[in-house]
Each structure stands twice: as structure tokens, then as C-alpha cells.
């Protein structure tokens, strides 16, 4: 056994003040301040506040058609069919055809964005982009959108066509919610036309009806 004299035992005991000097909280003071510093955590509210979802909503409708009428029966003088053959085939009973020369599709966009615009009462330099849902554009270049633009007087819009057959419109509905929804654009406009009897024959019975 190995005996510890008195002296040894005092400079014991003086480290371990020393080491406790060090550290000014024991443990039980450590896990009190942990828990005082929780509650503070708990009770502050978050500087920055996640930015809510923005929604986009169909604030109003517009359209146009030709006033010319292609119906079922007429088409059965041209080519060899009839309005029994083609309503239990595709359902089609009528078509309206822009007749007038060098009209296309801008023209019917235009007709149907303009009654939009002014149902709506909306300001033209509001107005942050514009979507032309189409097959049959006037041009490759420029884009039925651009021609839009400059017809309506948008100066503050972006112009952007989408040829996607059938699904053109709703790809184009799914880009303006996504515009809106980034919070970069208020106020699109998207217009879903197509000038058909420019590509399609009513007197060639492969192409019609």
C-alpha cells in the first residue's frame, strides 16, 4: 500500500479547482442552460418565411370563329361520303373556314385575344407574356406569338409559339401555370389557334373530312 502525504493531497485537491476554475459550468448548470436555450429557439420565429404557393387562375375567356360553315353535306357534293358516314366515324358536323385571302391563324388569335383583353379590362402593358398554342402558324419565322404581340400592342410581353399537335394547348395551360406559379409573371396570355383548311384538301377523300 502505498500512503499519500498531506502535502500531495493539497496539490490534488488545488488541480482540481483549477480544472473546475476552467470549466465555470458543472454538468447539471450545462444541461439547465441547454434546455433554457430550446425554449429560446423554440419561442423565436423564422427570419426568413418560406414564400407561400402561387396559384394560377383562369381570370377570363375569349374566342373567335370564321363566320364561313363546312358542313357534312356540302362535303358529300365534293367527295364521295355522307353526314351518316362521317358523325358515326369522327363526329364531326360542321367546320368553320377562314375563307378570306392572306388571313391565317395570327388573325384568329388576334380576334380572340382582343375580346379577351377587352372583357377583362386589362392593361396591354400588364400584360408579362404571351403562349400561341398552334399546328398551322403563319410563318417558321416569326413566331405567330411575335406577330401577336405587335398587333395587340403588348411591349412588355415575351412571345413563344407551341406546335405540339393535339397537345399544344395543354402544354401550353401547364407553361402559363408554371410562369405564374415562379412569381416572375402575373398576367399570360395563352391562345389556342389553328387554320386547318390550309393543310387539309376537301376534294381529296384521303384527306377529308
Same mark, same amino acid.
Given at each position: 500500500?502505498? &500512503?499519500?502525504?498531506?502535502?500531495?493531497?493539497?496539490?490534488?485537491?488545488d488541480?482540481?479547482?483549477?480544472?473546475?476554475?476552467?470549466?465555470?459550468?458543472?454538468?447539471?448548470? %450545462? &444541461?439547465? %442552460?441547454? /434546455? =433554457?436555450?430550446k425554449?429560446?429557439?423554440?419561442?423565436?420565429?423564422? /427570419?426568413? /418565411? /418560406?414564400?407561400?404557393?402561387?396559384?394560377?387562375?383562369?381570370?377570363?375567356?375569349?374566342?373567335?370563329?370564321?363566320?364561313? $360553315?363546312?358542313?357534312?353535306?356540302?362535303?358529300s357534293?365534293?367527295?364521295?361520303?355522307?353526314?351518316?358516314?362521317?358523325?358515326?366515324?369522327?363526329? $364531326?358536323?360542321?367546320?368553320?373556314?377562314?375563307?378570306?385571302?392572306?388571313?391565317?391563324?395570327?388573325? +384568329?388569335?388576334?380576334?380572340?385575344?382582343?375580346?379577351?383583353?377587352?372583357?377583362t379590362?386589362?392593361?396591354?402593358?400588364?400584360?408579362?407574356?404571351?403562349?400561341?398554342?398552334?399546328?398551322?402558324?403563319?410563318?417558321?419565322?416569326?413566331?405567330?406569338?411575335?406577330?401577336?404581340?405587335?398587333?395587340? *400592342?403588348? =411591349?412588355?410581353? %415575351?412571345?413563344?409559339?407551341?406546335?405540339?399537335?393535339?397537345?399544344? %394547348?395543354?402544354? *401550353?395551360?401547364?407553361?402559363?401555370?408554371?410562369?405564374?406559379?415562379?412569381?416572375?409573371?402575373?398576367?399570360?396570355?395563352?391562345?389556342?389557334?389553328?387554320?386547318?383548311?390550309? +393543310?387539309?384538301?376537301?376534294?381529296e377523300?384521303?384527306?377529308?373530312?
Amino acid at each position: 500500500m502505498i &500512503k499519500i502525504s498531506k502535502t500531495e493531497k493539497k496539490k490534488n485537491t488545488d488541480k482540481t479547482k483549477a480544472k473546475t476554475t476552467k470549466n465555470p459550468l458543472s454538468f447539471i448548470d %450545462f &444541461k439547465k %442552460f441547454i /434546455k =433554457k436555450d430550446k425554449n429560446k429557439i423554440k419561442k423565436q420565429k423564422p /427570419k426568413d /418565411k /418560406k414564400m407561400e404557393k402561387i396559384n394560377a387562375v383562369i381570370t377570363g375567356v375569349g374566342g373567335y370563329v370564321p363566320d364561313y $360553315v363546312l358542313t357534312n353535306d356540302e362535303i358529300s357534293k365534293m367527295v364521295d361520303t355522307t353526314d351518316e358516314w362521317i358523325m358515326t366515324r369522327i363526329g $364531326v358536323k360542321e367546320r368553320r373556314i377562314l375563307s378570306e385571302e392572306g388571313l391565317g391563324t395570327s388573325y +384568329m388569335a388576334r380576334k380572340a385575344a382582343k375580346q379577351l383583353m377587352q372583357k377583362t379590362g386589362a392593361n396591354p402593358d400588364e400584360i408579362d407574356a404571351i403562349l400561341v398554342a398552334t399546328t398551322t402558324p403563319d410563318y417558321h419565322f416569326p413566331s405567330t406569338a411575335s406577330i401577336l404581340c405587335d398587333k395587340l *400592342g403588348l =411591349k412588355n410581353a %415575351f412571345a413563344l409559339d407551341i406546335q405540339a399537335a393535339c397537345c399544344s %394547348f395543354l402544354f *401550353g395551360m401547364e407553361t402559363a401555370a408554371s410562369l405564374i406559379a415562379s412569381g416572375r409573371h402575373k398576367k399570360v396570355i395563352l391562345v389556342g389557334a389553328d387554320k386547318m383548311s390550309s +393543310m387539309v384538301d376537301y376534294t381529296e377523300r384521303a384527306t377529308c373530312p
